[in-house]
């Protein structure tokens, strides 16, 4: 097969991209996008038909009856890579809970440096949850309870963790019958790690079944606690407005990029780059001043909460650093590519890791401690500022764009009714009229394989036409936001007539940006809120909603669909499966894949399925929920039925001359 | 909310919390803070800020606070490019209008500026019980308007807006396009019992100044209650909400989610704002929106039509000059309606306006022939009578239209083809509901003196007496007694009632065709709603306060014990009170389908009955039946020589084959326990093919109340053939033929009885 090229065109749908990818081949070096054309994916790895769990292989099974050495099946071998995968993906995401939850205790104890409880409320709020005394005791003494309970909840060996709790009661009790409540969130990563070993669960749909137990203790486990502490201690979110792309870099001025996932550093560089004697070493240095932006989730993490702008999302890393105006590219956790210290080597770009868990050979490492967060957030800004006359020649793309994120589910209710009256009544409602059709999460990554956020935006931008309110996070929430689709003019003209009316009617965007991927924690309690309202159906699998991922590509996205299935939810993910199988060359190689959609459904109401084409998964995302609306007696979708809310017609009749819009405004005076 | 909204109700708040700051500071200055300040006669303190913020202000320095929380609640206005989120914004600026407003009347209590001057005017009504002291006016001020609501005036009608006598209240602020217009709209309140209050202005011109130019009586006893000419006095309006839901709502001080709760679920309240809205209309109505009430406008403004805050829409515009309607007077009632039907109030029509006296004491009168003046239906002409959902839009209620010639075409004692075609809509109205409703009509026309009616469906027939039709009793009446009736016993279903009555040949058989076609659709539908058809049966616990520990679980064949509630009554009560006696229970897991459990009814009763039963089976007597509380309209009890049961109703006073009468056994069957072999009934129940199904269903029966076989003849012969013994009501004993188990044996043995030949029942 002869291996086309694809035109930065065909990369990217995002014209910042486009003019990066075309400075990248100027330069002569390559990106995740060349690499992606270069590196054909190992179509046996890829059908999940590959075992290399011990030293007698690794087996490539692609022959009909074909087992591995010792035996295993494929559809065993799928099931372990898959569920190793699980693993993988909900240990990252749960020891950044983990991390949260030691710097909480930290704060509690006054040995973190620069840090303080910002959202007490949210404190008090979740410790009654788990019924922490709050009388008569002082903040640092709750939340040094709530940081103990947390902490102990991945280190719990027996009986049920308690976030869990959280769901909505029949879901639990689901659970329960289904023995997946996980016992505690390190317990079901390491048992995973220990079942997938050579000789132990070789049972698939068993194997799987304890995916799902690994799977929940991050979503109802370590995201849930890091998505909690991240608002107690830095703010619960709240709409604010927003810039993104890489056209807020700034050709004056220090940039400092943040990349990865914890908002623990993050929040201390935006406090200490407003530290007059920062910027005042800034001046010295011959720049106007700091700009910090973020790329993946760091960035979702500090635009939800301060409203720093968003460089881009995962494929932009590289992109960033392309612009030759970047001092100093600050990583923590996940997603950082390693190919960032080669490329920076091209440009005078500092990679600093930060993390004690990451280092990257060639990089820069100023390793973070919360004890002294401040200062080293200080050192970090005072290497950038002396990088910054180092700086050649500079390319920036002129493209931005704003957005309005910050919705976190605290805010959802406010806005739904105010200080007052706050509910999901108005969401409940309009989704019962069909006003609103459904809600789709629409979340996860960038990959290469496919067009840079074309899957996401077509995705979403169909679904907006079908009046399908959507939810964002992670990298997909950051592809909305460059389109303009997390702008309230959105709400007005790219969606059908229902949305628009409840977009108008609240203020809001069509797509609302939920916080970073651990933050799918969020949508879950939205939904759990939602079926509290009534009128929904009693558990999450009876709400008209879908998750979509349509550009996944990370171990935590799997992680994430498997904890979104077994709450109920059908996810659909782009690109291809890992455990696709061949079913063209080998038969019934493709049970497992089956088994995640049809499997899933049966015990859990939720299930997995992988397609590629974004016009499919707009059918399907469609047809689940109208099949829900169906199930729930709710009148069938018809956009003409609305519409007829908001202030056209008033803004039209002010136009008029005064004589004519008294007799047209006022038709009740003579 | 919209952005033009928002941005104008924002504006007005911060405008109105900047006066009332404004104001508060002049006051502490010129009269100290320790300055009583109090609403007169009333215990609520100023009640709005007493509800909301649990505060009890008696003195001008506390509304500092109070306005401190007000100024917390208001909002930047909303961007005109990059807007955030306005909604909960909006509403939030809203209370602090409500807040400033009351803290503003308030000071104008201490300068003696309220209730508001209007030289010359007297209000009417409630005079020496409101205000002992003084000569006349409510409120004891001659030449001056209401202003607030006194609490006696509140206790006695807040318990009629609580229970439903008064469907509800409008606060019109504003000015009507013309006097005559005014004057129609608050008159077409009146006539439905909505309580009215008046304020604001539109330049200067307030719809209290055109109708006391009308010459309108305005007070208490008219129901119409003038609080003032701007719009800070429609406050008064939100005060009387907030004291409603502490008075009878029982909720605390400071509860402000409750209470508003409350408004929003039981108050049947809404805005009438009349001519332009300004910026502090627009904040006023953003507070009365946070207590659920909609506001309708007879201007052109924004349109709110999604739900939630409210229960319907939340913001109307119904420009007056574009509503339908052949004059302005016509335009006035259907704006009216319009009000009505957004905040979904329910009028209860009481009288039903016929020459002829009315009322259940006539139903069983008969017109004999050579008293008839007319009949429709019988062995001579055609009569049927059909009723049919419509869409809210599509029909007018209360319009009556008679399609052909009048009864006076027709000679005495003569005959004439009838249609009765009913149209019903309401937001709670499903098409299942038709039948129920149509079966209604029966009792309604059979309520007016001197009319007899018969049959149902395609075989009515109904007589009209002469006394009747000399009283001027026509055609027209059968229409205004349906719409009377439907919206007093069916309000919570029913919104709209339009009646057609066609005596045109043609338009009957167009009809007619219509009805049988929904007759036949009916039959095989209804046949569908039996137990095993639906999700979800009703408790019901109105009668709790008699047996706290019974609850009764009516499923849709089998009628609550009282007989006044069937499965869709209760399925009606719940969509009119969701938080009522009557709640869905979840069927979930179906154990056993024969005797009648469900996980659901079972958990329900464990709850329900406050664990005293642990368990129900809906269709036996014999294991776990279900309690009654003293209500029941029969009982059924066990004859154990006889194999079967006897069934004695409420009105027979006899001896009973069980050697005891129904008051004595009414002792054993109530009180909330289980007793096997023992349970109270509604009557209609035992024509349920679920009727103690378990046990053997209805050839159990051995013995009934002979008034009760006499009043049900027609239902139990029906049982008879379902039963497949077309005899069988004969071969049943009853008061007359066995008053003791050895008559009733005897009985049962010579008239082959079934019961005999049946399984042991124990």
Known sequence: MPKSKRTPEEFSIDPAAQEMLIRAAEIGVGTAFSRAEEMTPCNIGAAGMCCKICGMGPCRLTKEGQTGVCGATIDTIQARNLSRAIAAGAAAHSDHGRDMAFTLK?????????????????????????????????????????????????????????????????RLALWQDLKVVPRGVDREVVEALHRT?????????????????????????????????????????????????????????????????????????????????????????????INLSGICCTANEILMRQGIPAAGNFLHQELAILTGAVEAMVVDVQCIMQALVALAENFHTKIITTSPKVRITGATHMEFDEHRAYSIAKEILRAAIDNYKNRGKTQIPNVQERLVPGFSHEYIRYMLGGTYRASFRPLNDAIMSG?????????????????????????????????????????????????????????????????????????????LHMGSCVDNTRILTVLTEMVAEGGLGDDIDDVPAVGIAPEWMSEKALSIAAYCAASGAYVIFGGSSPVSGMPDRVADSELVLKYLSEGWEELFGGKLE????????????????????????????????????????????????????????????? | ?????????????????????????????????????????????????????????????????????????????????????YL????????????????????????????????????????????????????????????????IQLRSWGIQLVDGRMPGFAAIVGAAKSNEVAVKLVRELQRRNILTFLSGNVNGRSIIHQLIEEGVELGYDTYTVPFGTDTISAIYALGFATRSALTFGGLKAGRARDILLYNRERVFAFVLALGEVDDLKYAAAAGAINFGFPVIADTVIPQILPTGVTQYEHVVSMPFNEIEGADDLERAERLVQKCIEVRGVKVRVADVPVPVPYGSAFEGEVVRRADMRIEFGGKNSRAFEYLQMADLDEIVDGRIDVVGPGI??????????????????????????????????????????????????????IRLSNAAAEKGFGLEHFGKILHARFHADFGAIV??????????????????????????????????????????FYSCTLCQSFAPDHVCIVSPERLGLCGAYNWLDCKASFSINPTGPNQPIWLGKQLDLAKGYWEGTNEYAKVGSHGVVSEVAMYSIMENPMTACGCFECIVMLIPEANGVMVVNREDIGMTPAGMTFSTLAGIAGGGLQTPGVMGVGKFYLVSPKFISADGGFKRVVWMSSILKETMAEELQAVAEREGDPDLIGRIADGKSAATVEDLMAWLEEHNHPALLLPPIF
């Not at chain 1, 008569?136 to 308690?162: H, K, M, S, W």
């Not at chain 1, 990959?447 to 009046?467: F, M, T, W």
């Not at chain 2, 309520?447 to 009515?460: L, Y």
């Open chain 1, 106 to 170: 930290a704060v509690a104890n006054g040995e973190a440096e620069g840090y303080q409880i910002r959202d007490v409320a949210k404190l008090h709020a979740v410790a009654a949850r788990y019924e922490i005394p709050l009388e008569g005791r002082t903040t640092e003494e709750i939340a040094n309870e709530l940081a103990d309970l947390y902490i102990a909840q991945f280190g719990q060996q027996r009986g049920e963790i308690l976030i869990t709790k959280n769901a909505p009661a029949r």
């Open chain 1, 197 to 289: 070993h050579i000789g132990d669960d070789q049972d698939p749909e068993h194997i799987l079944r304890h995916a799902m137990r690994t799977a929940l203790a991050d979503g109802w486990g370590g995201s849930m606690i890091a998505t909690d502490i991240s608002d107690i201690l830095f703010g619960t979110p709240a709409p604010l407005v927003g810039r993104t792309n890489l056209g807020v870099l700034k050709e004056d001025m220090v940039n400092v990029v943040v990349h990865g996932h914890e908002p623990t550093l993050s929040e201390m560089i935006v406090a200490a780059s407003l530290d007059p004697e920062i910027q005042e070493y800034a001046r010295a240095a011959g720049a106007q001043g």
């Open chain 1, 435 to 511: 006003r609103i059709r459904g809600v789709a999460a629409i979340v996860g990554c960038n990959n290469p394989r496919s067009q840079q956020d074309y899957l996401h935006i077509h995705v979403a931008r169909e679904l907006l036409k079908q009046d399908v309110l959507l939810v964002e996070t992670g990298c997909g929430a950051i592809a909305s936001a460059k389109q303009g689709l997390m702008l309230g003019q959105a709400g007005l003209d790219q969606v059908g007539p229902g949305l628009r009316e409840i977009c108008e009617t609240i203020g809001i965007p069509p797509v």
């Open chain 1, 610 to 670: 992988f397609v590629s084409d974004p016009d499919e998964m707009v059918r399907r995302a469609l047809e689940h929920i109208d099949k829900k609306r169906a199930a729930l007696g709710l009148p069938a979708y018809q956009a003409e039925k609305f519409g007829r809310s908001g202030d056209t017609q008033m803004l039209e009749l002010e136009k008029l001359p005064f004589t004519e819009k008294r007799a047209a405004l006022y038709g009740a005076v003579e």
């Open chain 2, 1 to 85: 909310m919209s952005r033009y909204i928002a941005t104008r109700a924002i504006r007005g708040a911060s405008a109105l919390v900047a006066e009332a700051e404004w104001m508060l500071d002049r006051a502490l200055t010129e009269k100290g803070g320790e300055t009583k300040v109090e609403f007169p006669n009333t215990a609520y303190h100023l009640p709005l800020i007493l509800g909301m913020t649990g505060q009890e202000v008696s003195r001008l320095d506390q509304l500092g606070p109070v306005l401190n929380h007000a100024r917390q609640l208001l909002h930047p206005l909303p961007s005109a490019d990059t807007w955030t989120p």
């Open chain 2, 88 to 151: 909960g914004e909006t509403l939030d600026s809203g209370m602090a209008t409500l807040l400033a407003a009351e803290a503003i009347e308030a000071i104008r209590f201490v300068y003696g500026d309220q209730p508001e001057s209007m030289p010359g005017f007297h209000l009417a009504g409630g005079t020496a019980f409101t205000s002992p002291d003084n000569g006349s006016g409510a409120n004891g001020k001659d030449g001056h308007l209401n202003g607030p609501i006194d609490d």
């Open chain 2, 408 to 461: 006076e075409t027709v000679e005495a004692q003569g005959t004439m083809d009838l249609g009765i075609v009913i149209q019903v809509a309401g937001r709670e109205m499903q098409k299942d509901f038709e039948p129920v409703l149509e079966r209604q009509i029966h009792y309604f026309i059979n309520g007016a003196s001197g009319v007899q009616h018969i049959g149902q469906r395609d075989i009515t027939w």
């Open chain 2, 495 to 536: 919104d709209k009632v339009q009646i057609t009555l066609y005596t045109d040949k043609t338009e009957i058989e167009s009809w007619l065709a219509r009805a049988r076609e929904s007759y036949d659709f009916r039959n095989k539908r209804l046949a569908d709603l039996t137990d095993n058809a639906v999700e979800e």
